[in-house]
């Protein structure tokens, strides 16, 4: 998986330096993973609170980490590197517009024993700019903006959602656990 390749995203589009724009998900699947990705937010001078550039990364389509242009602020949950109205980052790390930053994700999805029961929640680790704001926390429930009610240990794509922000995505990998 590549921002640079479309054709690895529904509805993927690169921009002409090679840059993934987001509003996309990825055709393949995934459970349990180490994700990489860069990111580039715009500068928006005089727009506020969630118009700073709004996008965010979900995981299984169902967990959100937030993208959003938090510089200067104080960082919670519907803030970059939350999980948005789970968990705030441990630290503010977002830098201002227009410079590439980085999250580094851990995360392993639910488990559910024989009859369906859920036994264990899915977890996320997320490091923002290389430094830890989210250490191993449960995901009890999905993001509210994510839309989806239930919870599975199936895999799952990739969301980099579109929030009428032009926020774009490169140098995405994948390590399946």
């Known amino acids: 998986m590549t921002a640079k ?18 509003g996309t998900t990825s055709k ?11 990111f580039l937010l715009p500068f928006k001078p005089f727009a506020r ?10 995981h299984q389509d169902r967990y959100e980490v937030q993208v959003l ?17 789970i968990s705030a980052p441990k630290v503010n790390l977002c830098y201002p517009p227009l410079q590439w930053q980085t999250y580094d994700v851990e ?5 559910f024993d024989a009859q369906g029961q859920r036994t264990a929640p899915a977890r996320i680790t997320v490091r923002h700019n290389g430094i830890l704001i989210q250490d191993n926390v449960d995901l009890p429930h999905t993001t509210t903006s994510s839309g989806i009610k239930t919870i ?8 980099l959602q579109e929030h009428g922000n032009p926020v ?9 656990k």
């Open 107 to 111: 995360f392993t999805a639910a488990r």
């Open 69 to 85: 242009d938090s510089f200067g602020l104080k960082g919670e949950n519907n803030e970059c590197g939350g999980i948005y109205t």
């Open 28 to 38: 393949e699947l995934f459970k349990d993973y180490t994700l990489h990705l860069e």
């Open 152 to 159: 599975t240990d199936t895999p799952g794509p990739f969301q």
């Open 49 to 58: 609170g969630q118009g700073r550039a709004n996008s965010g990364v979900y």
């Open 5 to 22: 390749n479309a054709d690895a995203w529904k509805d993927g589009k690169v921009d002409e330096r090679g840059f993934l724009r987001c």
């Open 168 to 176: 774009y995505y490169r140098n995405i990998w994948v390590v399946v």
